[in-house]
């Protein structure tokens, strides 16, 4: 397989194209992806070259950003998004990750979506780009869990985007266990690491406090925790969220899983706003993304940080070469 990653375009009205530019003009003779999108959205200037398959991207990388183009008819300007592009961007995304499953590219890289502006556009039906991206891979039992990774810190949300009220009666045992199973084999298969060191949040304040704070976690978090030791996982916890995230705390494992959204988001970005990447674990194909949004405020002005991006596109080269040099399961 050739060493090309498909890079979705995104909402073109955000940063999500001067982003593509940035992080082309600096890892241009380190590795090589494809912008799946239209060269319309890009900052003038930039040297671009549409071309017909992914094939062509390596010759054409140290010179051009090449692009596999998909039109928009809308007129997405920065700042303005169009209801008119909103079916482009979902077809930009499912090429991508046509392309990727077809092993055209090693891997997926996604810039920021805006979701009100898909379900306004298009009447987008996911909650989010990871719940959409299980929904493309083909495995209706794939389950996307949604990793935060960067240089201090990688956490895993064993909920993700539902509302605080409806935490405690989603988060099941059985849900938590496949996450943390799930986690752990990515550790190994992509991450390279043979005996991750897996901390569990617990869900209340303190983890519960004995249950002075809530009895989840003596309900069932405990025993679940106690199961997955006897079968030889690394795995500490439940644990006081409060005290999991200090620098300290953080050197005694190697992946946290919270409980829910914020629980994990963030520390995550608080540590490493700017550079921090989202990866997708239990899908059939590598996928990463920067962990910001559109930033429309920002737009076309120039100024946005590529650092998130460019992580996002290292990460998805070496988890792909690791992920090749592990082998199947």
Request: net charge negative; with cysteine; hydrophobic share 45%.
């Given at each position: 397989?050739?060493?090309?990653?498909?890079?979705?375009?995104?909402?073109?009205?955000?940063?999500?194209?001067?982003?593509?530019?940035k992080?082309?003009?600096?890892l241009?003779?380190e590795?090589?992806?494809?912008?799946?999108?239209?060269?319309?959205?890009?900052?003038?200037?930039?040297?671009?070259r549409?071309?017909?398959?992914?094939?062509?991207?390596?010759?054409?990388?140290?010179?051009?950003l090449?692009?596999?183009?998909?039109?928009?008819?809308?007129?997405?300007?920065?700042?303005?998004?169009?209801?008119?592009?909103?079916?482009?961007?979902i077809?930009?995304?499912?090429?991508a990750?046509?392309?990727?499953?077809?092993?055209e590219?090693m891997?997926?890289?996604?810039?920021?979506?805006?979701?009100?502006?898909?379900?306004?556009?298009?009447?987008?039906?996911?909650?989010?780009?990871?719940?959409f991206?299980a929904?493309?891979?083909?495995?209706p039992?794939?389950?996307?869990?949604?990793?935060?990774?960067s240089?201090?810190?990688?956490v895993?949300p064993?909920?993700?985007?539902i509302?605080?009220?409806e935490?405690?009666?989603?988060?099941?045992?059985?849900?938590?266990?496949?996450?943390?199973?799930?986690?752990?084999?990515?550790?190994?298969?992509?991450?390279?690491?043979t005996?991750?060191?897996?901390?569990?949040?617990?869900?209340?304040?303190h983890?519960?406090?004995?249950?002075?704070?809530?009895?989840?976690?003596?309900d069932?978090?405990?025993?679940?925790?106690?199961k997955?030791?006897?079968?030889?996982?690394?795995?500490?916890?439940p644990?006081?969220?409060?005290?999991?995230f200090?620098?300290a705390?953080?050197?005694?494992?190697?992946?946290?899983?919270?409980?829910?959204?914020?629980?994990?988001?963030?520390?995550a970005?608080?540590?490493?706003?700017?550079?921090?990447?989202?990866?997708?674990l239990?899908?059939?194909?590598?996928?990463?993304s920067?962990?910001?949004?559109?930033?429309?405020?920002?737009?076309g002005?120039?100024?946005?940080?590529?650092?998130?991006?460019?992580?996002?596109?290292?990460?998805?080269?070496?988890?792909?070469?690791q992920?090749s040099?592990?082998?199947?399961?």
């Amino acid at each position: 397989m050739a060493e090309i990653i498909a890079l979705s375009c995104g909402e073109p009205a955000g940063i999500g194209p001067e982003l593509a530019a940035k992080a082309w003009t600096n890892l241009r003779h380190e590795l090589c992806f494809a912008y799946i999108g239209s060269p319309k959205h890009l900052p003038p200037g930039l040297p671009t070259r549409v071309i017909p398959t992914l094939a062509g991207a390596p010759a054409v990388m140290p010179h051009a950003l090449p692009v596999i183009e998909v039109t928009f008819p809308g007129n997405s300007r920065p700042g303005a998004p169009d209801p008119a592009d909103a079916p482009s961007v979902i077809a930009a995304i499912e090429h991508a990750v046509a392309l990727t499953q077809a092993g055209e590219a090693m891997a997926l890289t996604t810039a920021p979506i805006h979701k009100q502006a898909l379900i306004d556009g298009a009447g987008f039906a996911y909650p989010g780009h990871t719940e959409f991206l299980a929904a493309l891979s083909g495995d209706p039992s794939a389950r996307a869990v949604m990793l935060l990774a960067s240089d201090a810190l990688r956490v895993v949300p064993a909920t993700i985007h539902i509302p605080l009220a409806e935490v405690a009666s989603a988060l099941t045992p059985a849900l938590l266990e496949e996450t943390i199973r799930i986690t752990a084999t990515a550790m190994t298969q992509d991450f390279g690491l043979t005996a991750p060191r897996i901390a569990l949040a617990g869900l209340n304040p303190h983890a519960g406090e004995g249950g002075k704070i809530g009895t989840d976690e003596q309900d069932w978090i405990e025993a679940l925790a106690e199961k997955l030791r006897a079968e030889g996982l690394a795995l500490t916890g439940p644990l006081p969220a409060d005290t999991m995230f200090h620098a300290a705390a953080r050197a005694r494992y190697d992946v946290a899983v919270a409980m829910y959204h914020d629980q994990a988001l963030i520390p995550a970005k608080t540590l490493a706003f700017d550079r921090a990447v989202n990866v997708t674990l239990g899908l059939p194909f590598i996928r990463t993304s920067p962990d910001h949004g559109t930033a429309f405020d920002i737009a076309g002005k120039g100024i946005a940080t590529p650092r998130s991006l460019i992580e996002a596109l290292r990460m998805a080269r070496d988890m792909a070469r690791q992920r090749s040099a592990h082998g199947p399961d």
